[in-house]
């Protein structure tokens, strides 16, 4: 049986450990892959009020598209203007084979370089 009020898939979620150890956090804000995502959520949020930045964004969808054919989605962790240039951030602790196509179809379809944090 489940506990109350979760779903078989949240139950599962809850019991399976995440694939590089990462720590998920919840907050009011929406949820955050982990503890080092939602810290520097937190930075880049105290950049903005400090003028560092503008226009921070959380999770932003990028659709790659080659011809009209839809390749995949990537989505950022955050998306904000720093000195008038748009900068995309992922916060990673592990560069998967996964991100790293990703990175590359970014810069190669949109012309956009994903930063590391």
């Excluded at 105290?46 to 959380?58: K, V």
């Excluded at 790659?64 to 602790?93: L, M, P, Q, T």
Aim: proline share 3%; charged share 30%.
């Amino acid at each position: 049986m489940f506990e109350r009020g979760l779903t078989q898939k949240a139950w599962k979620q809850q019991r399976r450990p995440q694939k590089f150890g990462a720590q998920p956090v919840t907050t009011e804000e929406g949820h955050f892959a982990s503890q080092r995502e939602f810290q520097h959520w937190h930075l880049s949020k105290l950049r903005q009020r400090a003028g560092e930045i503008t226009n921070l964004e959380r999770q932003v969808r990028f659709r790659i598209e080659h011809n009209g054919v839809h390749i995949c989605d990537y989505i950022a962790d955050e998306v904000f203007f720093e000195g008038g240039k748009r900068v995309v951030v992922d916060v990673k602790g592990v560069e998967t084979p996964v991100f790293k196509l990703k990175q590359k179809l970014m810069r190669a379809f949109l012309n956009i370089e994903v930063r590391l944090a």
